[in-house]
Structure formats: C-alpha cells, structure tokens
C-alpha cells in the first residue's frame, strides 16, 4: 500500500490468487480434460472408480440407498401364498412336574406383566391360588406360532399365546369343517387379555400413497397367517379396498417384509414391528401410513390355556389371572419397569436398554380394560368384534375354511366375573381412553393425515336429517305397514362402529352429502350445506350415543352436492344422499 492506495505489485499478487481459485475450480469441474482427477482413494491410497451399473439411477436416485438403513434382518426370502399345516397331533397335557405350570410366549412388550408376576422366566417364584395352595410358573420362549401350536396341542404347554386375529388360523386346526371341536382337549380357553398393541406394528408406505385407496394395484409385502396380514387386510377394507386390489408379496415373518421393502422399490408398502418400521419411515422417500398408535385398538394380545388343564385346575388358572392384574398396576412404577426389562432381557436374550424401549409399544390392559374388552356389548371394539373381523378377513382369502366358531366358546368369563365383585379391581378405571380436545374440521384437515376414507351408503329420505324417519310401505298382501325410511339404518351404524373401532386414537371426520336435484332452482347451496351437515351430525350423535364414544373424537360437516357419489353417475340421487366416513391421525406424521 501507498499512501493508502494500492501499489502494481498488491495487484500482481491479488491476480494470482484469482487465478489460482479459478484454476482449482475448473480442475474439480473437469475443464481441464485428463489433468481432473477424482481425489477418491481407497484405504492403501490407490485411486478408486465408480462403476456405473452399481449407481442408483432413474426414478429412484433421489431416494436413499437401501444399504445405509439398517432393519431388524438384511436377508429375505419370499415364500408362497400357504394356509397354515396341519396340527401335527394332539394329546393329554403333560402332568405338572414340581407344580408347575408350562406358559409359552412370544418375544414382545405385551408380556411384560407375566413376566413380572413370575420374576423372571425360571419356575422359582412361589405363586398362590386364592386358597393359599402353592404352585409355579416355567415361562417357554416359543416365538414360533406354528412350532408352539403343535407343541400346546401335544400336551406340551398348557397356556399358550396368540392374538385374537390369529386365534380363528388355529381354530382351522383344533375344529372340524362344521366347527366342532376335533378333540376338546385342545380347545382353547380365553381368561385374560394382556394388552393393545400401542405402535409396535405398523404400515410404511413411499411418500406417493397418501392413503389407503392409493394402495390399489401395488405390491404390500408382508408376513401371511400372522397379526401383520390382519393388520393389513384391515386397513384395506376399512379404507374401501378388497384384497384383490393389491398384490401381495409374502415373507417369513415381518422383519423380512421391512428388508424386501427397503432392498425393492416396486414394493409400495411393507406391513412390519417395531424398530423396523419407525426406521423405514424416517428414509426419504418413505413414510407412516399408519401404526398402531394410531390404530390402537385393532391387535390384542391374550394368552389361554387348555380346555383339559382348565377345567381341572381353575384355582391355577385364576392365580395366573390375579397375578398379571396385580403386575399391571406394579409396573406403573418406574423403578419395576426397570426390574422386568432385566429380566426380559435374560429371557429374551435383547439387551435390556431395547427390552425397556420396546416396553411402550404395548398397552397392558387392566381389569377395567378386560371388562370393556369381553363383557361390555357397547364396545365396538369389544373381542367378539375383533373375533369376528378376523373370521370375515381369513374367511375372506380362504385361510379358514371351516364354519366360525362363535366367541363365547372359547372365552370363559368366570373369573372377570368373580373379580369384578372385588373392590380392588372393581375400583379400576379404564385408562386407555384418548382424550381429544374440540378441534376444527378445517385444523383436521390441514393439520393431520388423512389414513384412509369409506363411503357408507345411508338412504335418507329427501328433505330429511334424522335416522329414525318412518313411513308408512304397502306390502305385498295390501297392508299398511310403519317402518323406518331406512330399515338397514342400525346396521350401518353398527358397520361404522366397527370401521371406527380400531382407531382409539384417531379423529373421525364424518361428511354428509346432498342430491343435486334442486340445483337448478336454488339460488344458493346454502340449504344443501345445512341440510348435510344436519345428517353428518345425526350419525355423529348416534354413534357416540350407542357405542358410549367421545363426542370430541367425532367431527361433523356438511359437504352438500360438490361431491356426487359418482362422478359417472352424477344423478344418482339416492346414492348421493349418504355420509362418508374419513380417518385422521390426531398429529400429522
């Protein structure tokens, strides 16, 4: 500098700065032909080079590579559409060695409060029957459904595990084709649910399938005869899906489905557990569809012990009963969640870090709970109508062939009955009950994520809101008969009870629709909205009013005639006047 100004040499000196960064730019751009060189070297300093055909390319560039995500299993095999083996035999149950009682179970959260009661897997903890006779419990890790059927039929377990959806896939075992039992011995005696399935089981979806309905003509992988394929027939039906509309792609079990579903991007989706699936969601490209969170209230967990061991040992039966209740309410402690996640993890060989993370992907179900779940006939998601959805969908795809087998067969309510006269149980609440706030439909609408949407069909008469309109029908002999304008109108309800049901922790948005007939006189759509809005409502009202539902999961709207039911078809006033019934997760994903 000089004086303040800049001398020939500063700029000299600022010129070879430039130059060298524009040099050192266009070496890296390749302006430079041969001179560019890739500054990519292996661990011996050796340069190294991409082969093209190993390059993600196309469509799925952008998306994230399936070797940087780990899942639960990296290997897969595909297996094919297969109903589930033959019981491979059965037999009296094994005499109680030492008075022990033989349980089996499968690795999940769910089993926690057992697993507590008897302090570990080991037979060593004394439990008592409500008289004081003494007794023992051997917990058998049996993850195998099919392996631990065999061996609960052979005599070799007297309580064995399984999920209501799975129950009617070994009642095609157990019973004949007209639904009587092949050998009483086996037959299943239900006491006691465990618990919910709350986010451990899952849907992951690419980023394009916004709903169910986007489902159609893709490929879901996952594992068949297994919670997962009820999980995803479910969702298909409820969301107006038949199962031929996709194309499914079977696994071993559901940690394969979400290896398939990331290794293949012609998969659409992948019906997994826990971790996998909050995994596979985070990845670009992905996302949640829907999880048991969401869908709360759709796999239940129960465990149940066989009719032969059953009828000769109640007291047994029942301090099993008593012993997990009284767990459930132990384990609201953090410092007993720590103990059982110790010992799950001696019995499950996982760490026990992951045994007490996977502790929340299951809700244990208390006394209250049971209550609601077996005996409360306004529970629409009550177990005979999980036992039965799980008929109608296997009945469905033919994995159950034989006629169904009605609930109160297999579950035996006695001891629910006697604790409910005890006010120690008596006295408990139901505490898995979302409370859900008033919301706006248009916060709903643009806040959360829309799962899936059905159309039910509910035959107003014209002009008219209410379900209960009567009117008087000539028969065919000539006499004058009152009934309702929709005499199916209770069944609908009953249909969006159970299309509801599962989703504990949804909101539901129910929207009234009109015909289009006035359209050319009114001078507005003022009446239309109002009088949609009107029918949204009375079915809102009518469902929270029979089913004991909250008022503030439900919300109401009137759409008019904006949307005809078929667009092909638009004068179709009868089918026009109806409600649709649309499912939101409470935050969006």
């Not at 377990?157 to 075992?173: K, R, S």
């Not at 992907?361 to 009550?382: C, G, K, L, S, V």
């Not at 033919?398 to 035996?412: A, E, G, L, M, T």
């Not at 004991?548 to 092909?568: E, K, M, T, Y």
């Amino acid at each position: 500098m000089s004086g303040g100004r800049p001398t020939a040499a500063f700029y000299l000196a600022v010129l070879a700065v430039v130059g060298g960064l524009v040099y050192f730019a266009g070496n890296r751009a390749g302006f430079f032909g041969d001179n560019a060189k890739p500054d990519v070297v292996d661990g011996d300093g050796d340069e190294l080079t991409l082969d093209p055909d190993k390059l993600n390319v196309g469509d799925t560039a952008a998306e994230a590579s399936s070797d940087d995500i780990v899942t639960t299993v990296q290997e897969y095999s595909y297996v094919p559409a297969e109903r589930l083996p033959a019981v491979k035999g059965t037999a009296a149950y094994k005499p109680l060695e030492d008075n022990t009682v033989s349980f089996a179970l499968n690795i999940w959260a769910g089993w926690a409060p057992i697993i507590h009661a008897n302090e570990g897997f080991a037979a060593k903890k004394i439990w008592k029957t409500p008289d004081g006779k003494e007794f023992k419990v051997q917990l058998i890790l049996a993850d195998n459904p099919v392996d631990m059927r065999d061996a609960y039929a052979a005599g070799d377990y007297h309580i064995g595990w399984a999920t209501v959806d799975m129950l009617p896939l070994f009642m095609e075992g157990f019973v004949d084709k007209s639904g009587k039992p092949r050998d009483s011995r086996v037959m299943p005696r239900i006491f006691q649910q465990v618990d919910w399935s709350n986010g451990g089981d899952g849907i992951v979806v690419r980023d394009n399938i916004k709903t169910v309905k986007d489902l159609r003509g893709k490929k879901i992988a996952l594992a068949q005869n297994s919670p997962s394929q009820y999980f995803g027939l479910s969702m298909l039906v409820a969301g107006g899906l038949q199962p031929t509309d996709v194309e499914f792609v079977y696994l071993n079990d559901a940690f394969e489905a979400a290896a398939a579903f990331n290794a293949n991007k012609d998969i659409a989706a992948c019906v997994s557990w826990a971790p996998d699936i909050y995994t596979l969601s985070e990845q670009k490209g992905n996302r949640m569809l829907v999880n048991t969170q969401t869908a709360n209230k759709l796999i239940a967990d129960v465990w149940y012990a066989r009719a032969d061991f059953a009828s000769e040992h109640p007291d047994l039966v029942e301090g099993i009963v008593r012993g997990i209740f009284d767990s459930m309410e132990s384990l609201k402690d953090q410092s007993e969640k720590q103990k059982v996640s110790e010992w799950m993890a001696q019995g499950y060989a996982i760490p026990k870090d992951e045994c007490l993370g996977m502790l929340g992907d299951a809700h244990w179900t208390n006394f209250a709970e049971n209550r609601d779940f077996f005996m409360n006939q306004n529970n629409p998601a009550r177990f005979e109508s999980v036992w039965n959805q799980a008929y109608y969908i296997y009945r469905r795809i033919r994995s159950v062939q034989h006629q169904p087998v009605s609930f109160d067969k297999v579950v035996d309510f006695s001891i629910l009955q006697k604790l409910a006269k005890e006010e120690k149980y008596a006295s408990q609440k139901n505490e898995y009950r979302v409370a859900f706030a008033p919301k706006a439909t248009s916060e709903i609408v643009a806040e959360s994520d829309e799962v899936l949407s059905n159309t039910v069909i509910i035959h107003f008469a014209p002009n008219r809101h209410d379900l209960k309109h009567k009117v008087i029908r000539k028969k065919d002999d000539g006499t004058e008969v009152e009934e309702l304008y929709d005499p199916n109108v209770d069944f609908v309800l009953e249909e969006i009870s159970n299309l509801v049901a599962g989703f504990g922790a949804a909101r539901v948005l129910i929207e009234g629709h009109t015909d289009a007939s006035m359209k050319p006189l009114l001078p507005d759509d003022e009446l239309v909205k109002q009088l949609s809005a009107n029918r949204a409502n009375a079915v809102k009202e009518a469902l929270v009013e029979k089913y004991q539902l909250d008022p503030n999961q439900f919300n109401a709207s009137g759409v008019g005639w904006d949307r005809p039911a078929d667009p092909n078809d638009p004068g179709n006033n009868a089918k026009n006047r109806r409600v649709e019934i649309r499912v939101f997760t409470a935050e969006s994903e």
